[in-house]
């Protein structure tokens, strides 16, 4: 059985290619494709991760009841405010 391949040829005129690229200089070369391989299933992982926090999040906010405080108006019978102040410089 032939073992599958992959050529990776990275576009240096794209930021995220250069970037990537330049990861994959600072490692040795006899352990560039285990780099390759741990950084493909981490990326996977984390998106995995996301996805399940995503779901737990959305879970818990519709389970949640969130109340606003809206303010109540005064009473019809309330003392006014500048009535008061006038009664308490007397």
């Known amino acids: 059985m032939k073992r599958p391949q992959y050529v990776f040829r990275p576009n240096l005129n794209e930021p995220q290619h250069r970037r990537a690229w330049a990861l994959l200089q600072q490692v040795l070369p006899a352990k560039r494709k285990e780099f390759l391989v741990q950084s493909i299933l981490a990326a996977e992982q984390t998106n995995r991760l996301e996805k399940s926090i995503r779901k737990v999040v959305r879970a818990e906010l ?4 969130i109340a606003t405080a809206v303010p109540s108006p005064p009473p019809d019978d309330a003392i006014p405010d ?3 102040n006038f009664l308490s410089t007397l």
């Open 62 to 65: 519709q389970a949640a009841s």
């Open 82 to 84: 500048p009535a008061l």
